[in-house]
């Protein structure tokens, strides 16, 4: 029986349950036999549909129904009960309405079945606590059993392989693409089945779960199964939402080991998870930025579009590693050469022109209207001399430049289309390198499009944007490097020892005395409570220096008020000192203030925001970005799951949009990236060991320069601990 334990993580978090065990659930997954409790003599029904599915599965299938028993039922015998079946089931589907399904479950666990597959719904998708409660009594009953379970409210599996097609969806059979290449993985049942169906269209495809409720098994559970199959080659994912979001992290490591890409995509990428936040940081890292970095941190290739998905996992299935970063065009059409290059180069994709070597082969066999250049021209005159063609493919995908070769077809010919299609598969077996089809013609479906979805080496786009955009994630997954480790800082456990045990907001002198525990420099500071100590302490630090409202109660001192720059002399800190107070009171009556924070004016750098919030589904999250206060209004930030080591926080860095404001932009002083880098590990380490005793923290401004960086403000709001 598969255990359902969890491991802590430093902060004494509970970890994530470990993914179920590909081998428990091969019975299920991919069945040898199958029986569907509920199946009727009508065809239309969800279990006469299922049985219908399986005409092609070799091994036996039997319907369950009493009222049927001794006769066949849509070409296989039906039988009373699960007791008059001679063997074990692998898989069975129960054709069920909730009321009726924990019988069947009973006698699935008799009978030693290998799993089950439920459509029945009415489940916790209702929202009524007392079908919450029953779902979960399903769940509970399965794991103790040893009984895997998909679904509840699912629409099936499909297993390409063995054609056992256990789903109410009509029209199985006429699946006839030869199975193999990419599985997919799906939260919804109706977009699971909807990209299957592209084994209609030639589109070899292996294995599809639809996870529906995850009463017990859920999507990563599935996936990991598919990445086990000798067939896959990568795992087309789409999720809705997860009970715990870090079992992602262990799906990606599964991946990794078995060294087969996930293409990933969100549903619901809207922002209404993002949680009301007293600081900046709540706003700009929200649901779907914390779903972004959780892919990149589980090293799942990401894409947005539904669109997308299938294609971008068939380039991942079909294509080796890159062997350069050059995208070569090779086209009878100018204009399409140029759609395909403005495509490439508003994504920063690599364009370089052929060598001199292979420029003298395109000049000799290009007319001289044609472009021996790239994108390369090859003009219609190619289709009256094949010879030159072949010349110019040679040419182009020998050049080392080229990792792969676009071609854009232009025209679906009855005549030629397929033909051309399967000649242009020895060029990418000989090279090893992936040829990319980007089918222009409005006839979508026509002659052609087929073969090229069949041919293994081929990868058919019906999008030059998204041919792009598929090309940009294929070299930039297999570019990833190793981050390095993550060291404790030397004040963490008095950082820790620092927190308050329940829920209270850090004042800013106490917040950056929290930050400055763990190695994030912080500004020199000394706090005072009336006009004459705010002059003094500010003679101290040596003007010119600021003044900032001290107050547990309000979070945004500028909102108020609270800030006062540049003061010069005693007499203008004093004046501020009165008007800080006198605007607070105004702004905040029911505040607490307890005078101001005296600092001497930060030195000239980059405005940075460094933050980190609880996600619900992630646990700790660190953000860093453009901006200091209009941080908002850029929203150019970069987030990451904490802890991140400081190449990680470097990475993080370059690659916001504003990274070249670091980076000497116009001749200004470069900024100390290290220092920065290391400074958002450290700040990110804490996060990550403070676990929810830290609901949020921001350093905002962080100002960055050649010198170094400086927390010049600081927030931290913190919570009770849930493991206390």
């Known amino acids: 029986m598969q255990q359902h334990r969890s491991t802590g993580d430093a902060s004494g978090r509970p970890g994530p349950e470990p993914l179920r065990d590909p081998a428990t659930l091969r019975r299920l997954l991919s069945p040898r036999s199958i029986a569907v409790i509920g199946v009727s003599a009508e065809p239309t029904r969800f279990g006469g549909r299922t049985v219908t599915n399986l005409v092609n599965f070799a091994g036996p299938v039997w319907g369950v129904n009493p009222k049927y028993a001794g006769q066949a039922l849509h070409g296989r015998p039906c039988v009373a009960s699960l007791d008059d079946i001679p063997d074990s089931p692998d898989c069975v589907l129960i054709a069920l309405p909730r009321e009726q399904l924990l019988p069947a479950v009973e006698a699935c666990i008799r009978k030693r079945a290998g799993g089950i597959i439920a459509y029945a719904s009415g489940y916790g998708e209702t929202g009524l606590p007392e079908r919450i409660a029953e779902e979960a009594a399903l769940r509970d009953r399965c794991r103790e059993a040893g009984l895997p379970l998909v679904g509840v409210n699912c629409l099936g599996i499909v297993d390409h392989v063995l054609k056992a097609g256990v789903t109410f969806m009509p029209e199985y059979p006429r699946l006839v693409a030869p199975a193999g290449g990419v599985a997919i993985t799906s939260q919804s049942g109706a977009l699971g089945y909807a990209l299957m169906q592209a084994a209609e269209r030639g589109f070899s495809v292996c294995h599809m779960t639809t996870a529906g409720n995850a009463t017990d098994l859920d999507v990563c559970d599935l996936a990991a199964y598919q990445l086990s199959m000798p067939e896959c080659r990568a795992v087309a994912l789409a999720v809705e939402g997860l009970r715990d979001g870090r079992r992602l992290m262990l799906l990606g490591e599964a991946a990794r080991k078995a060294g087969k890409p996930i293409v990933a995509l969100k549903l619901g990428r809207g922002e209404a998870g993002a949680a009301a936040a007293v600081s900046h940081t709540g706003s700009l890292a929200g649901s779907a930025a914390a779903w972004s970095a ?77 472009a021996p250049r790239n994108p390369c021209d090859l003009t219609a005159q190619v289709a009256s001399n094949p010879a030159s063609y072949d010349a110019c493919m040679e040419a182009m995908l020998s050049d080392p430049q080229y990792g792969c070769a ?44 087929f073969a090229a979805d069949s041919v293994p080496e081929l990868v058919l786009f019906r999008s030059m944007r998204r041919l792009m955009k598929a090309v940009q ?64 302490a500010a003679a101290a630090l040596g003007f010119p220096v600021v003044l900032k409202l001290d107050s547990p109660d309000i979070a945004h001192k500028t909102e108020v008020g609270g800030v006062k720059l540049n003061l010069g002399d005693a007499a203008a800190v004093r004046a501020a000192f009165a008007g800080i107070m006198a605007s607070a009171k105004q ?30 589904q992630f646990g700790p999250m660190v953000l860093v970005g453009t901006g200091g206060v209009q941080a908002e209004l850029w929203k150019d930030v970069a987030l990451d799951i904490a802890p991140v080591s400081p190449a ?61 960086c400086l927390a010049v403000d600081g927030l931290v709001r913190c919570g009770a601990d849930p493991q206390a």
């Open 294 to 370: 959780a892919f990149r941190r589980a090293g799942m290739v990401e894409v947005e579009d539904f669109d997308a998905l299938l294609e971008t996992a068939g380039l991942f299935a079909k294509a080796p590693p890159p062997k350069a970063r050059g995208v070569a065009i090779i086209t009878p059409s100018g204009g399409a050469g140029i759609m395909a290059a403005d495509q490439a180069e508003a994504l920063g994709l690599s364009m370089p022109q052929p060598r001199p070597e292979t420029e003298k082969v395109l000049r000799a066999a290009i007319p001289d209207f044609g």
């Open 406 to 449: 676009v071609i854009p077809v232009v025209y679906s010919h009855h005549a030629t289309t397929q033909l051309r299609m399967e000649a242009l598969r020895p060029y990418a077996t000989k090279f090893g390198k992936p040829l990319l089809i980007a089918w222009i013609p409005e006839q979508l479906e026509g002659p052609g499009a």
């Open 473 to 536: 994630l294929w070299q930039d997954h297999y570019a990833q490097r190793e981050e390095g480790a993550v060291a404790k800082p030397a004040g963490l456990a008095g950082a820790l020892a620092a927190l308050p045990a329940g829920d209270a907001v850090l004042t800013e002198a106490d917040a950056k005395a929290l930050f400055a525990r763990v190695g994030v420099p912080v500004v020199e500071e000394r706090r005072a409570a009336t006009p004459e100590a705010a002059a003094e």
């Open 587 to 616: 702004h905040a009556p029911q505040a607490r203030l307890e005078g101001v924070l005296v600092q001497r004016m930060s030195r000239k750098g980059v405005e940075l925001i460094l933050g980190g919030r609880q996600d619900g």
């Open 648 to 708: 990680r926080a470097e990475r993080m860095l370059r690659s916001l949009k504003g990274f070249p404001l670091l980076d000497g932009f116009r001749g200004a002083p470069r900024a100390d990236v290290a220092a920065v880098a290391q400074a958002v590990s450290a700040f990110s380490v804490l996060l990550a060991e403070a676990g929810a005793r830290i609901q949020e923290a921001e350093v905002n401004p962080l100002i960055a320069g050649d010198w170094g």
